[in-house]
Structures are given as C-alpha cells and as structure tokens.
C-alpha cells in the first residue's frame, strides 16, 4: 500500500462534547491506529459531537461526501448502547449506502467471548460514497476490541470501497489477501524454526508423538500445517477459534529474554533481621554498626598481665582480680600483678597480654583454699596483644559487612553476621507473591472424597506449583480453580492480581474452543502477551503476560505478570522452573537468574524429538569418580504425572533424529540437590 489509507475519527458523547478531556477512547482507538495497522493508517482527524443525531450525520457528511476530504475509513466512538440518549447507530444507519453485517458480525464475536455484556452494544457498519464508516462502543476498552476484531481486514474493505480493482486485488487469492493483512501464521513463522508447523494440531503440550523408548503412539495430524483455509484472527472468540496459534512459537532463549525484559523491577523494603530473612537480596549495602567484637578479650583462659619492655614475665605474681565473660567493670592492672580471665572475657584496663593458664604454675592458695594467691609464670618473650582480640578486629564498625545484591543465605553465615555488627533492619527486595490458579470445567480439588464422575480430573497442577513456589521461598496465594468460562475467569483473575503479584494459571493455554486465557489476559484485562509459544517440548503453548492493575491504595499502576502453563502436570512443572523461577528471582533481585546448569554425562541413550528441544526429567547423581551422570525418569510424554517423580534436574537435549548416546554429555538444569550414588 503506498500511502496510508485516511481516518476520521468521532467521538459521539454529551460528556466529552462539553468537556474533550474526559474523552478517553479517541486516544486508545489512535494508539491501536497506529499500533497494529502496520503503518497502514493515518488518523487525520478527530471530532466530538454530542449524542446528537443531527450534528453526528453532519459530521459524517462532511467526511464521507465532500471528495475533497475523501477519508478511507470514518469510526464513531459512543451511543451504541440502549440508553435513551444513544442513537449513534441510527445516525449512522440512516446514512449508508451499503451495509456491512460481517464488520458487525466479528465485532461482536469478538466482544461476546470476552463478556456477554457485548450484547448491549449496537454496532452498524457499512460503506457511504468511498468510505467505510464503522460505530463503536464508548467505553475505551470495548472500543478497542471491536477495532482491533476487524482492523486486519478492514484495509482490504477501504481499498476497495474506494473503488479500486478488486479483480488486481483478488488476483493472490484468499491466502495472498490473509498475508497481506498479516492474518495468516504463515507469515509469523520464523525461517530459523523450519519445523515449527509440525505439532500445531498436536495440542500443544498433548506432543506425545514420537519418543521411541517410552512406548506411546503419536497424535495423527491429517492436514498439513498451513494447509487450512481461513486463519482467523484469535478476538473472534470460541465459536471460530483459530486452527492454527496466531503466535509466534519463540526459541527458549527468546522466551526467557522477553521474561527479563518484561518482568517489573524489584521493589525495595526494609527487613527485619530475622529468621524470614534469608532468601532475601540485599536492596543496599550493609555497614556494621558496631565493632565486633566491641571490647578487648581474651582467647584463651589463663591471666592477663602487663608485660614489662623486655618481655620476659617469668616469676611469681599474685592474682589481684577475676575478670569473666560477663558484662560490668573490670578492675585496672598494674604491672607486676595478674588477673584470672576466661576466654572471652573482656581485659582489666591497662593489660597488654594474655598467658595461656597452660604456661602458668599455682604457686599459693587463699586461707580457706579457695581461691589462688600466687601463680608462677613461665613465659619470657611475651609480645603486647598476645592472646588478646582487639576491638573490631573482626569486624570494624562502619565497615561494609554485606554488598547490594547479595543473598541472605538460609545456610546461616550471612545472618549471623548483620547479627554480629547489631543491625536489626536492612534493606531489601521485596519478593513477589505468588498465586497458583488451576482452569478447566474438568478439574477437581485433589482431595475431593469419593469417586471421580466419567470426565473429572484431579487438580494436580495446583498443589504441585504451590509447593514448588514455596520450596523457592516464596509466599504463595491458592485461588483455587476457575471453570472454562470468559466471566469467571476475568474475574477470577481480576480479583488475583490485586492480591498477589504474579499469577501461574494452568490449563486453557492449548488450542481447545474453551481455552480463554489468552483472549482473557489480552481482552478482558488489557494485558499484552509476551509470548504465547515455545519452541519446547514438553511446554509449548506455555504463555507469558503482563497486565497493568492500578493499586488500590496509592493509585499507581503496576504491572503484574501472569504465568499461564499448560494444563499438562508434567508440562506445567517443567515451564514453572525454566520460566516461572527466574521471573520470581528477577522480581526479588536474585542475580542471575535461573536454575544452576552444569554439564552431565548421560548414563544411557536419550532419544531425541526431531522438531524441539527438550526437557527431559531426569536423576542426576556423582559417582565415586567425580562424574555427574544423569538417568532418565521414563515416560517423557507431558501428561504422565509420574514422570517427574525423583526429577532432581531437566536435562537440555537438542532436537534430532538419532539418539543422543550414553555417554554424551549435555547441560543440566538442576531443579534440586545432588545426592552421590555411592
Ligand atoms: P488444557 O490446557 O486446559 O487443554 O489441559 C490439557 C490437559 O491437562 C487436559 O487433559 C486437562 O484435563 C489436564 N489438566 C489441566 N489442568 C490440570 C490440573 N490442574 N491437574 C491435572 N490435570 C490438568
Ligand atoms: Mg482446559
């Protein structure tokens, strides 16, 4: 297309009409112009009119009838709904020449799939003169939708109301025209991922096909990728459902980039020092606040004494004082004078050194025998400061203790430090609350008495991810399960992301009509989705998002990430640690992020899937010989729940059509500790 095709824009509102700056939907509607018309659109004008029947028709009139203006496409925002003030579409109604009931049609699948509320909106479309004039609803939000339903399509509308030769532009036919305007995967598909089309049919995470070893059958796929006529734009909702994924299936190393450069900043909150705290990074340097220790002592028991010049303190003194490890004055020493001192316990003022009882004799006892009164030293060459811990020479107040972007160890060095030094509160990462959300009509809770009815499935997914966030250290939300309704959902999801900061869904990500998670997060919520497809195996259809919710205490807008994983329990678990943990470190400013790989050797043939990398759960274990093996836990296909019983580790086998021999070595991405197989 050479030059952009020309849009009007009006806003029909008694409110905006009065004051043009409550008027949100023109700007949201410019923005999807100018976002997803691949430069194909110039909004070249926006008027606001009151629900008015008259001024609307005059307006449109004059965009759509004088050749001078001659606009391409003319949008109304507003007066679609059944109040009686709305009217817009009998203004607009009256005016066409043509109507348009497919624009209508795709509309309103679209809004319907996200609420049924959509039923309340009264769209007209249609063609007057050259333009194709279109009505949408008021609310920014609907607005957008119902464009963003037909605006891949609707150049081809313009072009040809604007009379050009639909012959030339049919000439392609229907594939061409779905290229052209960017509906067909086709063209999404990336010449780095030649098989890429392979599996689309096969479910997503369902690609049991293929693993030799493990004795399952593969899905039968009876078109060929791409094959299919009509690639249908996803906002069209459950009733024509795509047949083919309208998203890029992403390499894992982009996944994960998008991951981090996606995920929110840390947020920064002060800690106590306490047992909650290890896990928790640094936010900020951390100085002592004390010397440690903070007086002098002593690190044996025996006597301290004041050595003379030479040094040499052999002979016999009497014992004057007792100084022990407890708090309190400690009487001065003179030289020629010793006092008993445990170890730790803090020096008389004017002691230089010292003397390990070892090195002493007791020479005379007090009356009653309880006490000594005379000890014989038997040292000579004694230095100043023997045997003695001076002040903060372990740790020197004010000295840095704990750099920003360190860890607090739950292993206990680093929190007996800030212990030492006094420091009661220090700076940190907050670390993002987790929900763990199950989908699907099917899913039961887990421990649900009785017998499972024809068709019920227990929750696995649930429990499992919950408890892997918790064993990550964080703090996790159950949301329980939602039912494969748009509604419920929205708003279950709604609800969470007010409460917690990153949500992992599961299930509804695959290519079923009732898979509403991706139109949900995109339509229902405003969220953008990152990613929708990996290129991974199990985890395909594993979908990364985020949604901007305004808090409710201050206001401000933050995003919150969703996480939605495949229904697939040992899909799920798989995508929760390659995708889920390093966003979770990320959003608590563990640096680097991800799981700890280290190359393994493969202690049998790994067969390999010819069209993905895989993650293969697998028992990695040192031998006696220092070689970190790893063993397959069998049965790789995404739903068998048990293949990741005793998963220490994902092994990362490259695609191919040979096995991978034993022998070889590949990385290992360690979800848990090594244990010796010895
Ligand atoms: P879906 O992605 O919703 O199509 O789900 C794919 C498969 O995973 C289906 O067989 C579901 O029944 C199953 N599934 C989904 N969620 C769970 C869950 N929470 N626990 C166990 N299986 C599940
Ligand atoms: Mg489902």
Redesign the pocket.
């Known amino acids: 297309m050479s030059s952009p095709l020309r849009v009007a824009l009006l806003v029909v509102s008694d409110t905006a009409a009065k004051d043009p700056s409550t008027d949100a939907s023109g700007e949201a509607l410019g923005q999807l112009l100018a976002d997803e018309g691949s430069g194909k659109w110039e909004l070249v004008e926006t008027k606001i009119v009151a629900d008015n029947v008259t001024q609307i028709q005059r307006q449109l009139m004059l965009w759509a009838d004088v050749a001078a203006h001659r606009f391409n496409l003319i949008l109304t925002t507003g007066g679609t709904g059944f109040a009686v003030s709305d009217n817009t579409p009998e203004a607009v109604a009256a005016l066409l020449h043509r109507k348009a009931p497919g624009l209508v049609h795709a509309m309103l699948a679209a809004s319907l799939s996200v609420t049924p509320f959509a039923m309340m909106s009264r769209p007209v479309a249609g063609v007057r003169h050259q333009s194709v004039i279109v009505t949408l609803p008021g609310s920014p939000k609907g607005a957008k939708e119902n464009l963003q339903a037909i605006i891949k399509t609707l150049p081809h509308a313009c072009v040809q109301a604007a009379g050009a030769n639909s012959r030339a532009i049919h000439a392609g036919g229907v594939k061409k025209l779905e290229a052209d305007a960017g509906l067909s995967s086709t063209t999404e598909q990336s010449s780095a991922q030649p098989h890429a089309h392979h599996h689309h049919h096969a479910h ?2 369902g690609h049991n096909h293929g693993h030799g070893g493990h004795g399952h059958g593969g899905l039968v796929r009876h078109t060929k990728p791409g094959s299919n006529p009509i690639s249908n734009d996803p906002s069209l909702g459950p009733s024509r459902r795509n047949r083919e994924s309208p998203f890029p299936m992403l390499p894992v190393a982009d996944a994960l980039a998008k991951i981090s450069e996606n995920t929110p900043a840390p947020e920064i909150i002060t800690s106590k020092v306490d047992s909650n705290l290890p896990g928790h990074v640094l936010a900020q340097d951390v100085t002592a606040r004390e010397n440690v220790p903070a007086f002098r002592a002593s690190i044996v028991d025996g006597y301290a004494v004041v050595v003379p010049r030479d040094g040499n303190m052999k002979g016999v003194f009497p014992v004057v004082s007792v100084s022990h490890a407890t708090p309190g004055e400690v009487k001065p020493l003179n030289e020629g004078e010793i006092a008993r001192i445990t170890t730790g316990a803090p020096l008389p003022p004017g002691a230089t050194s010292v003397i390990m009882v070892e090195d002493t004799i007791l020479k005379t006892m007090t009356d009653d025998g309880k006490e000594e009164k005379e000890v014989e030293i038997l040292a000579d060459n004694v230095k100043e400061g023997e045997n003695i811990r001076e002040v903060g020479s372990d740790i020197k107040a004010e000295s840095v203790i704990l750099s920003k972007g360190e860890q607090a160890s739950a292993q206990g060095g680093e929190i007996g430090l800030l212990a030492a030094v006094g420091v009661s509160e220090v700076k940190t990462y907050r670390k993002p609350v987790v929900g763990v959300l ?3 009509d ?2 039961v809770d887990h421990d649900r008495p009785g017998d499972l009815r024809y068709g019920e ?6 429990i499992t991810l919950i408890s892997a966030a918790k064993e990550a250290g964080y703090a996790v939300v159950d949301l329980g399960i939602a039912g494969d309704k748009p509604g419920t959902l929205e708003e279950t999801l709604r609800d969470s992301l007010r409460r917690v900061d990153l949500v992992i869904t ?5 290519m ?1 009509e009732l ?1 509403l998670l991706k139109p949900t997060i995109e339509r229902a919520l405003g969220g953008t989705i990152h990613f929708g497809r990996v290129a991974m195996k199990p985890g395909k259809p594993t979908t990364f998002a985020t949604v901007p919710v305004k808090q409710t205490e201050s206001g401000a807008r933050v995003d919150k990430v969703i996480f939605s994983l ?4 040992a899909s799920a678990i798989v995508s929760f640690h390659l995708f889920v943990l390093p966003a979770l470190q990320q959003m608590s400013g563990v640096e680097p992020a991800g799981l700890t790989r280290l190359p393994v050797v493969l202690a049998h043939d790994f067969p390999l899937d010819k069209s993905r990398v895989e993650y293969h759960r697998a028992i990695v274990s040192v031998s006696k010989d220092g070689v970190i093996r790893a063993t397959s836990t069998g049965g790789q296909r995404s ?1 068998k729940v048990g293949s990741l019983k005793g998963a220490n580790a994902l092994l990362c086998l490259p695609q191919g059509s040979e096995p991978l021999k034993s022998g070889a070595t590949v990385e290992a991405l360690l979800m848990g500790g090594i244990r010796s197989d010895f």
């Open positions: 997503g995470h199950s989908t699907g099917e899913i499935v227990r929750d696995t997914n649930r599961t299930g509804g990500v695959s079923g898979d495949p229904g697939n329990p739903s």
